[in-house]
C-alpha cells in the first residue's frame, strides 16, 4: 500500500466499518427494490409485511418486529405481548400506520431483548417502514375494492416512497 492510497491512514478497525455500512447499504436498497417491487405487483401482504419487518429488524438490530391490521383479532395481539415479555423481550416501540388521510391502516410493535428507546436514526428507520407498510396495506386495499367493484388509481410506489436514511 504506498501513502497516496486513500485508506493508507485507516486503521483495520475503520476500514472494516466502512466495509460493514456498505454491505448494510447495499442490503437496504437490495431490499427497498423488492420490497417496492412486491408492492407494486400486489405480492401478498402478510408476505410483503414480514419483510418490511425483517429489514427494519436488520437495519436496527436486537429487536423483533410485528405488523398487525386492525381487522387482527385483539386477543391474539394481546397474546403476543404477554408472550414477549413471559420471554424477556420489552416493548421498544409501539405504533399506528396511517394513510395519508390519517385512516389508521395498521399497527407496529417492536420488541427488544433490553428495555431501551429507538434512537432518532431508529425513529427514521421506524417511520420509513411504516411508510412502506402503509402504500402496501393501502395498494392491498384498493386492489380488494377494484376486485369488489370499487375503483383504484394507479400511482407509482416509488414516487409515494421516500429513500431510507443512510
Known sequence: MNEHDSDSGATPQKRNAHRS????TQYLL?????????????????KVLNEICGALDFQIGNVVSLITLPADDPSELAAIAVNAARFGLHTFCSEGIAAENDE????????????????????????RAKCLAAIAIKRHNEASQQDNGGSRENQGVR????????
Open 21 to 24: 455500512l456498505d454491505g448494510k
Open 30 to 46: 437490495r431490499a427497498e427494490e423488492q420490497l417496492l417491487q412486491s408492492i407494486s405487483s400486489h405480492g401478498s401482504l402478510p
Open 159 to 166: 414516487k409515494r416512497a421516500p429513500e431510507w436514511p443512510i
Open 104 to 127: 389508521l391502516l395498521g399497527f407496529l410493535e417492536m420488541y427488544c431483548s433490553v428495555p431501551r428507546n429507538p434512537t432518532a436514526e431508529e425513529v427514521q428507520l421506524v417511520e
